[in-house]
């Protein structure tokens, strides 16, 4: 169903076999899921992108599990289907119980509706809101 | 610029009255921003989102600090300013520091490209990320 | 504000200012909103989009309030602040009362918050729902 | 597909199971669709959402058939595949027939491509459709 | 899976039917694909439509392959898996290379990245990108 | 208005200021926008998102014109009022005509209707559209 054929590892160019030992030496699995495969078509493309999420999702201010549930949260409001499942996998692998899992979608639900309650009354931003 | 009148407190139905005692006592602030001041046309409206509200976002599984995290991260998506505005300052107010909200948003940003390139390509879920 | 000049009566070209006519003898006003103005200065896509609009929500099988609550409803879900002053503004002129508008407002959030934690489980479609 | 599993009736938690029964009773069917089937495993979540649902959709100023398509209309414009399928559905029980349908989405439509271009353009808000 | 039926050719009503006959001398080909047979249920909406897309996708100011990469570009932002399947193959036949793909694919996603670090921000509009 | 401040050159870390610097000399003017003064709060986010820019707006297979045209259909479908005016005013840099700017628009609005009617009809995939 994908636009682009998702290449194997005997199809990669140099530049992108690198960059897939690396995600394989990073994340300690020889798995290498869809996403990868399909941007590969494009070697820069793909050496951006996960040079970015290494840095992004790496070691920093906040827990691995607090990304991952900020990047499902995301994922959810944009209705990405893959994303979501595959963050929801790696929230899952970073230690999030599925109590957790159903409150953040919880928090996520609630902040949908009042998101379009906001915008339906064109509610001005208080004062104190303001820096 | 909102399309219904800013309630002020002595224009209160007697049961958003009771709402705006159980936000403040709730909250422990005299102050009521202007979302439910809007929505307070509507008295069951008012008490069953406030109602809510105080449901998700109260204790539970996950850290207040993390749920206005991922409110944030949704009104973001979301395009809500209003409560981009009113969520960074709530996470804020649990603790989320500068440098945290920085992290944050890079998070988002990274899940917004990286959720309309799986869009675009069409990637198919792989099998180990389905339950 | 605009990202073009809002183009006043005199400005206009000839095909654009037939569209004006129309729009003001249709609406029997001779106020014409900014969007028209704006889009004025492709006179093809000022003819197309009144056409349509004219015809759409024109006389038909749904009620010229209720095609209104839904040209709303949409236009909350996408976040466009003129289009929710302006169709807030249309459905009052056709009827809508403010319970009603709060009511809208309430299925508007409802289906928010629903249509997100849909997605967020990835719920299958029912057989039931099928055609 | 889902990222949790369905709950069968007989893995219900009693409280889920509460709710179910009052599902039933409401909607006078057996049939509980996939949704509640998801949420179930959150039994607050479950009955929070369940209580909402019931009091939105249920008698008030608006007729049902009408809030339906609100209720479609939003799931159209946020792309929530499983809500258009259930809420296309629950139109028609409540009366939706194929020609409303259809002007229903032609609405939709319109809606989105003028929002598009009112924010393409950054049109300005007409003083007369400020409160 | 569609919430209503594919028209077959047999099916189609006499003005629905001259729309499919001026379709297939248009792009000069029998194909017709699903999306027309879905909005043939209303003849009048087939005509607008399909009278719309032929002109605007017609000649004009801007190449077709340029018009067919900003069709795609805002299918994949509302994550339309139809149209970005459509489109795509739209903008291959009108001479989109594979490495043009991947870019503009680059390009839809660091405007979705920046789009919502923007958001996130708040930040205000520089005076020189006024008119 | 922004959540955070507007740093100005005197504020800026070194990292950040060595950012500004490498802006400058590629863009060939002194002036810096809002955008890189709000994420410089963040010095790798911000050097890592100026280095995406660079490579992906900079020399490849699609005229700059063109990426330009991209990126705006893109934030008018986010609804992101910031990047619209900055990337209408890079667009118009790069020569973007008037009527080429309507003709853009009106491509984004005719993109959207279709999405949302694909979306309301769940019209599925057609085979030929298939890789």
Chains 1, 2, 3, 4, 5, 6 share one sequence.
């Not at 897939?20 to 951006?48: E, G, K, S, Y």
């Not at 957790?100 to 949908?112: I, W």
Request: hydrophobic letters at 45%; charged letters at 20%.
């Amino acid at each position: 169903m994908a636009t682009v054929t998702l290449l194997r590892d005997d199809e990669l160019s140099p530049e992108a076999a690198a960059v897939f030992a690396d995600i394989r030496a990073t994340r300690q699995t020889d798995f290498v899921n869809n996403f990868w495969r399909a941007i590969a078509h494009d070697p820069a493309l793909l050496a951006r992108t996960w040079g970015s999420i290494k840095q992004v999702m790496g070691p920093g201010h906040l827990d691995p599990k607090v990304k991952e549930m900020i990047y499902l949260a995301v994922s959810i409001a944009h209705g990405c289907d893959y994303c979501i499942h595959s963050h929801t996998a790696g929230a899952r692998a970073n230690g999030l119980t599925e109590p957790e899992l159903m409150e953040l979608l919880a928090v996520v639900g609630m902040a949908a509706e009042t998101n379009r309650l906001v915008a339906g009354l064109g509610v001005p931003v208080d004062d104190v809101f303001r820096r």
